[in-house]
């Protein structure tokens, strides 16, 4: 494991860079390929609406996917996060007008621990709504 | 219906191996558009003290919750998919998945609730390699939500 930010140089509130990850119904289907979930409610906007949503949502895990990515760019190696945890709060919604929705994130380290080791505190966002809460890394610095 | 108090700390054979193939982890990877080289690259891998190219954080749920059927469709738990949403989930590693890991899964009921007319249920994956050795532990936690006008 070779992260390639050092422990020592970062304080209770460093920030992490932000970013923005775009998702159309064909990521969807793309992810649902890749990861097995074939459920409906992530491609079938018939189906969607029917169960109660407001249209197709993506997966949980493909926001929570997305949402890592913040911490593992910044730390380099991915096997640097060593406990990542989430809730659902509310779905990405994912029009099928063309363009569909972001996904932005930001995140910060929140508290310094022991063993090089960081929390990082995660902020999802899309279309103004917390799509993940109590969204938090651990991550092992160099 | 409010679910069985009495399955918590149930735990459920490990599942067959699953094998982690290198082109699966690429084609995962791609998916969530994340050109991290440590995923696809086994020398850009080795360079970070990994033995191959390794997994994503959030690659093992195919594994686990496809491990965590066996908890979701225990007919004598009876949970009603068609209600169930996703709650929760965690990871916690003792190692990045790798390709080439043979994993075995063990899956544990860890908590049944019941909070207004939803059930809530906790299931614990405990992932292991073919040696027997601790790669990852996934909690994931499933609400039924409760039917209309219930």
């Known amino acids: 494991m070779t992260a390639k930010i050092a ?52 997966h949980g895990m493909f926001t929570m996917a997305e949402a890592i990515r913040v911490v ?71 | 219906m409010a679910l069985d108090q ?24 791609e998916a969530i558009g994340d050109a991290n080289p440590a995923y696809t690259d086994t020398e850009a891998a080795k360079a970070l003290g990994h033995s191959d190219v390794i997994a994503p954080p959030t690659f093992v749920f195919a594994i686990t919750f496809k491990a965590a059927g066996a908890v979701i469709e225990d007919p004598q738990l009876g949970l009603d998919y068609s209600r169930v949403v996703h709650g929760d989930q965690k990871f916690a590693y003792t190692r990045p998945v790798r390709a080439g890991d043979r994993l075995s899964v063990t899956s544990t009921i860890e908590a049944i609730k019941s909070l207004a007319g939803n059930d809530i249920l906790d299931i614990r994956g405990e992932v292991h390699d073919a040696s027997g050795e601790h790669v990852v532990t996934a909690w994931t936690k499933l609400v039924s939500r409760a039917p209309e006008g219930a």
């Open chain 1, 72 to 142: 593992t760019d910044w730390a380099g190696d991915p096997a640097a996060v060593v406990e990542y945890g989430v809730r659902f709060t509310k779905p990405v919604v994912v029009p099928d007008d063309g363009s569909g929705a972001l996904i932005e994130v930001s995140a910060k380290v929140a508290a310094k621990l022991d063993d090089q080791r960081v929390r990082v505190d995660l902020t999802a966002t899309s279309a103004g709504q917390k799509v993940l809460g109590m969204s938090r890394a651990v991550v092992r610095l160099a």
């Open chain 1, 7 to 58: 422990y020592d140089e970062v304080e209770v509130g460093t920030e992490l860079p932000a970013q923005t990850f775009p998702v159309t119904r064909a990521t969807l289907v793309r992810y649902a390929g890749a990861s097995g979930d074939f459920n409906p409610i992530h491609w079938n906007e018939k189906f969607a609406v029917e169960v109660g949503l407001p249209d197709v949502i993506a």
């Open chain 2, 6 to 29: 009495s399955f918590v700390g149930r735990t459920y054979p490990p599942t067959a191996p699953y094998e982690v193939g290198r082109e699966k982890i690429r084609e995962f990877a």
